[in-house]
């Protein structure tokens, strides 16, 4: 069974950022791969209310990836980005797109931190343009996206895949 743990995400009052830390009852190995595989990445990423379709994903230091989000068969969002550095169970810098601001590109730096009991931290650091960019991702439902998702990556940890 697994325990669910707060997501806090925070915006910087100074630099146009967002952070988010949220822990997993899962070892970073385990969390890392959800987020490389992109089978298990579609399983959890996002609001419960949509699917994920991969379109590309090479999970490799100068890879490239995409995916749009669908509900009931049509796509109501796409994404895409590079990876920068994919460092097995420890750390991913990628690009983030939505294809709708093609300007708005974040940088995102994911660590995943090894906790006692088999358990792991991640934090995500998006760094954005400018404050209006990462205001407008704030007041977009991001956060329900975020913890939605989250909670489906612990019911899939919990399969032991």
């Given at each position: 069974m697994t325990?669910?743990?707060?997501?806090?995400?925070?915006?910087?009052?100074?630099?146009?950022?967002?952070?988010?830390?949220?822990?997993?009852?899962?070892?970073?190995?385990?969390?890392?791969?959800?987020?490389?595989?992109?089978e298990l990445y579609a399983r959890w990423i996002g609001p419960r209310s949509l699917s994920t379709r991969i379109t590309r994903w090479e999970a490799r230091t100068g890879g490239a990836w995409a995916f749009a989000n669908d509900r009931d068969g049509e796509e109501i969002a796409s994404f895409y980005g590079s990876f920068h550095e994919v460092r097995p169970h420890e750390r991913i810098v990628w690009t983030f797109t939505y294809e709708a601001e093609p300007d708005g590109v974040a940088l995102e730096t994911m660590t995943f931190e090894e906790l006692a009991g088999g358990r792991t931290r991640?934090?995500?650091?998006?760094?954005?343009?400018?404050?209006?960019a990462r205001d407008g991702i704030l007041a977009s439902g991001m956060d329900v996206g975020v913890e939605e998702g989250f909670d489906k990556l612990d019911e899939l940890l919990a399969e032991d895949v």
């Open positions: 325990t669910q743990h707060e997501t806090e995400i925070v915006a910087d009052e100074k630099l146009p950022t967002i952070r988010i830390t949220r822990e997993f009852d899962a070892a970073p190995e385990r969390v890392f791969r959800a987020h490389v595989d992109p991640l934090q995500v650091l998006s760094v954005v343009p400018d404050f209006e």
